[in-house]
């Protein structure tokens, strides 16, 4: 590991790693001369001239400044290197050093930042959980002995979603920070989508259409998702002006799965 790091020279411009070389050097930067160290990792550079960005090359300029002792050419001499070569005290020095800046700096960023938390309707076979608002509320589907149902994870208590008593199928998918939920429902019917909004459920079918999903929406209450009928398996967007149908040229389906505050939509095709 010391001949890795040590292998190393000064970072180049825009922090590429101009080459490869077994010493380091004493170069002359204006009135001052210093040792040409660098620092770079084993796995960070495989090859001459790879571009460099990384807060390593902030901590290079750092030990630098602070352990550069400005040798003179005929103190590398003196050193027993006619070529003007560093002393090999002052490499192993800066190498040493350099380790301990980057293990400490592998030890901080290799831990994981995130938390996993398991949602689990109690009694359930399945619990899946499909979106959640800037207050922490969590909408989802799980399954059980009596069939599919929507949920509400808040504040860590679970609410049932059930459209319609003797719906065999009801999954929530999508919510905004008023709480309104957006899901689909299947009954004798077919499949229709639903706004759940202060207690009240609202049916969404798209106009001619077989099957309507609602999948997302934003707390200007448009609601995007995905319908079929007669012409093709695409898209729509729920406003205050009525429903658009949204398609992606050459697609054979196109789903919309969310949409933000600016009315920014994402989705799927194929």
């Known amino acids: 590991m010391l001949s890795a790091f040590a292998g190393c020279t000064s970072l180049g411009p825009r922090g590429t790693v101009p080459e490869f070389t077994t010493q380091s050097r004493c170069e002359?930067?204006?009135?001052?001369?210093?040792?040409?160290?660098g620092i770079c990792g084993v796995s960070d550079f495989k090859s001459a001239g790879r571009e460099y960005q990384h807060p390593w090359l902030r901590i290079h300029r750092l030990i630098r400044s602070i352990l550069e002792v400005h040798p003179r050419p005929e103190t590398c001499r003196a050193a027993g290197r006619a070529d003007g070569s560093a002393p090999t005290g002052y490499r192993f020095t800066v190498v040493v050093i350099s380790m301990v800046v980057m293990l400490g700096l592998a030890?901080?960023?290799?831990?994981?930042?995130l938390t996993f938390e398991d949602l689990d309707v109690p009694n359930a076979g399945t619990t899946v959980a499909n979106g959640i608002n800037d207050k922490g509320q969590i909408v989802g589907l799980f399954r059980g002995a009596s069939g599919t149902h929507g949920f509400l994870l808040s504040k860590g208590q679970f609410a049932t979603i059930d459209v319609i008593p003797g719906a065999s199928d009801t999954e929530a998918y999508?919510?905004?920070?008023?709480g309104d939920v957006v899901g689909k429902f299947l009954d004798s019917s077919g499949e229709h989508?639903?706004?759940?909004?202060q207690g009240t459920f609202t049916s969404i079918d798209i106009p001619g259409a077989s099957l309507t999903d609602a999948f997302g929406i934003n707390n200007r209450g448009q609601i995007v998702g995905h319908f079929r009928d007669t012409i093709s398996n695409?898209?729509?967007?729920?406003?205050?002006?009525g429903f658009t149908r949204i398609t992606v040229p050459g697609a054979l389906l196109t789903a919309a799965f969310g949409i933000n505050d600016h009315g920014d939509i994402v989705g799927d095709d194929h």
């Open 193 to 197: 989508g639903f706004l759940l909004a």
């Open 28 to 37: 002359r930067d204006g009135n001052f001369w210093h040792a040409n160290l």
């Open 107 to 113: 030890a901080t960023s290799t831990g994981n930042p």
């Open 234 to 241: 695409d898209a729509f967007l729920l406003s205050a002006a």
């Open 174 to 178: 999508g919510l905004n920070d008023k």
